[in-house]
């Protein structure tokens, strides 16, 4: 069913605006999954969890495909004016469409069948989560475990710098030491990032599996998290910049950790 | 001298309005760089350039230090009331402070000495950008070329992802293919990445004298650049994520080339 939306007040769009906040999408136990790319990735790989869409007249008109299979998978279509569109979205530049998606409830537990894993400690900044879920999974990386104090991975923004990886990564959220210690157990060598590493990662010979850590962009690897782990490893540098930027720090630690 | 503006028709205060748009950067020839870390890196690294500092009263208030080292570095400091700072602020969540940098007149050309360049070809994102700047600089190249079509390096938003690298790394821009030509006749080897390259970048072995071309975020490389390479190398992948990032990307392929 594909129905037109006059009233802002329709409880669809009131339930948009509550995503866009932490504590709207916690209730809710949905997300966003903003721009044309995110929904046509959504169809192929969660068209069971996809609640609703919405989209703007503009948008139908010149992508009237897209849109009926939106109504395909989930029946629910719902279009508004541009300008409500525009209100309702997270980008600068909106694309008309966005798609309301149900949350996985399966947390992922790594086993004896992984043999990478990155864990997440502090990420901030919703660009850097996103962008490291990409390429975690880019690279071919088993899932992904977030440790209390990341920022939330169902942001819009995030969502947006997944590129459609969000659909596909395995997450365990609020992890804990204790959840270090499992990978530990499991045979995992557990290894920190960090410009005080007593190790070159160019000079690492990667584990057969290995879980890698990477922390918070300013203040780097927690105490807590730091002491879990079996070796600290630094990317070599040679410019007068302090630091990399924690996604291209984390790219460049899984791709090497990966293919040595 | 630190001077109170009260009239938002101040000509210092249009003038950094200007600066937000590539061409009043190029009329000006001047930037803009915003933010307590990157006014300190201006003082640090080009006291020379710095034109003139505008702060909120809360900023001076609270960094008195900082806006007494800025007056002294360049002897204009001016100061506005919060509402005006934040009217002129490129960030969301602005920090009080901006500097107005004189543009480098100088152009670098490799030469004998340099070993590791970075061609950027359509690179179109000011975050991508920032990132390959402070990426370039922080794993020890030696220059920056910019194709034709690449963003502006000093956008505002381009100039706080460098985190400082911009006053340092050298660039030369408005590069056509006969700047590549002339790389290779100084004996460089001119890599392309790309996921369509026949060179899988881990059995790369890179040569001493090498110069990494990377392009367009959505597009790739473009094709009057790929013919003047020598060599197409890729990041291996596994998972579905169909690419990586573009600053990413040319992280991880400016860590491998550099240290193999």
Redesign the interface.
């Known amino acids: 069913m594909i129905e037109n939306i006059s009233s802002k007040d329709n409880k669809t769009l009131k339930l948009i605006r509550q995503l866009k906040k932490k504590n709207g999408r916690t209730d809710n136990r949905k997300f966003i999954a903003e721009g044309i790319k995110m929904v046509r990735e959504a169809l192929v790989y969660v068209p069971q969890d996809l609640c609703c869409v919405v989209a703007s007249n503009e948008l139908f008109a010149k992508e009237p495909g897209l849109i009926k299979s939106c109504d395909a998978a989930c029946g629910r279509v719902y279009l508004v004016p541009e300008f409500v569109f525009d209100e309702l979205s997270d980008t600068d530049t909106p694309q008309g469409v966005l798609a309301v998606i149900n949350w996985k409830d399966k947390q992922f537990n790594a086993g004896e069948g992984e043999r990478r894993i990155v864990i997440l400690d502090g990420i901030s900044e919703p660009?850097n989560m996103g962008?490291i879920i990409?390429?975690?999974?880019?690279?071919?990386?088993d899932g992904i475990y977030l440790m209390k104090g990341c920022t939330d991975i169902y942001a819009p923004k995030t969502v947006r710098?997944t590129?459609?990886?969000i659909f596909?990564m395995n997450f365990k959220g609020g992890c804990t030491a204790s959840d270090i210690d499992e990978l530990k157990e499991l045979g995992f060598t557990v290894i920190a990032t960090t410009p005080s590493g007593d190790i070159a990662l160019?000079e690492y010979k990667s584990p057969e599996k290995c879980a890698i850590i990477i922390g918070n962009e300013a203040h780097g690897v927690s105490h807590e998290v730091m002491e879990k782990s079996d070796a600290g490893v630094k990317?070599?540098?040679?410019?007068?910049?302090?630091?990399?930027?924690a996604?291209?720090?984390a790219?460049?630690v899984m791709?090497?950790i990966?293919?040595k």
Do not use: F, K, P
Request: proline share 0%; hydrophobic share 40%.
């Open positions: 660009g962008t990409r390429t975690a999974e880019a690279i071919g990386y710098s590129m459609g990886s596909r160019e990317i070599t540098m040679d410019g007068m910049a302090e630091s990399l930027n996604a291209v720090a790219g460049i791709h090497w990966n293919l």
